[in-house]
């Protein structure tokens, strides 16, 4: 079959040649030349998501069939891809928002529609980790744990890891009321710098890609050593899924592997 997918990379992620990563956009074009919804399932099952999440690797250049996911429950449970695992896709039985190996050649990956996808990547243990940051997780501090799992199963060292935050609501738009911030002022002693007034009366302006970087920091990572896409999902529905503007949304897939 002939296509054309256009991923979403983190720019600065592109200069570590042996970390392939990228998020996939909202359409591929098809051999007629068709644009075509990529991914458009809320879930990760079914032989279209297969056929769809094949088709993302090979523009990846990645020979597997296909990724290895997870069942994402909003949390920071962390699941270890281990070797000869054999790649998986619909549902998975680990419950977790986190993946972490140092296998060459075994894609792993997150499914998002406004979460942030957060990728980590330690270029001298080369090893890396790919998690699903929604408020819940970011709350938990998903990121955080899953670096703390690297460190202990794969010696990385917090000065040389290197994160990436893919495609995700951006806080022009992710609005939430004062009771989802209560967590955040408990978890976090900087909350204020996380939040905005809304225009709208009692809400606020959330915003997600500063706390996961907040949480990066904590655990050790150099602010230095950490980057956005800059892509916000509700800003650019056009060619990414929001969950938030649209409701029944489809799924982008943030695919990480070692090469």
Same mark, same amino acid.
């Given at each position: ?19 392939i990563?990228?998020?996939?956009? @909202?359409?591929? #074009? ?5 644009? =075509?919804? &990529? ?6 099952? /079914?032989? +279209? ?19 290895r ?11 270890v ?53 929604? @408020?819940?997780? #970011? ?5 955080? =744990?899953? &670096?703390?799992?690297?460190?202990a199963?794969? /010696?990385? +060292? ?52 500063r ?32 969950? @938030? ?15």
């Amino acid at each position: 079959m002939n296509f054309f997918i256009e991923p979403v990379f983190v720019a600065e992620l592109k200069k570590f040649p042996r970390l392939i990563h990228g998020t996939s956009p @909202r359409f591929f #074009t098809d051999e007629e030349n068709r644009r =075509r919804p &990529l991914l458009p399932r809320a879930n990760s099952g /079914g032989d +279209e998501t297969r056929e769809h999440v094949s088709l993302f690797l090979r523009s990846l250049n990645v020979a597997a069939p296909q990724a290895r996911l997870v069942r994402q429950v909003h949390g920071d449970a962390v699941f270890v891809l281990k070797k000869n695992d054999g790649p998986q896709a619909g549902s998975e039985n680990a419950e977790a928002d986190a993946i972490v190996a140092n296998e060459t050649g075994a894609p792993m990956g997150i499914l998002t529609a406004d979460c942030v996808p957060v990728i980590l990547y330690d270029p001298v243990a080369h090893a890396a980790g790919v998690a699903h940051a929604g @408020r819940k997780g #970011t709350e938990l501090g998903v990121v955080s =744990r899953t &670096l703390k799992k690297m460190r202990a199963l794969y /010696g990385c +060292e917090m000065k040389n890891v290197v994160m990436g935050m893919g495609p995700g609501i951006g806080p022009c738009c992710y609005e939430v009321d004062a009771a989802c911030l209560e967590i955040f002022k408990k978890n976090y002693a900087e909350w204020e710098d996380l939040v905005s007034p809304s225009p709208n009366d009692g809400r606020y302006l959330l915003d997600l890609f500063r706390a996961n970087e907040m949480d990066a920091q904590r655990a050790g990572l150099k602010p230095e050593n950490i980057f956005r896409s800059e892509l916000c999902t509700a800003c650019r529905s056009d060619i990414l899924y929001s969950y @938030r503007k649209e409701g029944d949304a489809g799924r982008m897939i943030t695919v990480v592997m070692l090469a």
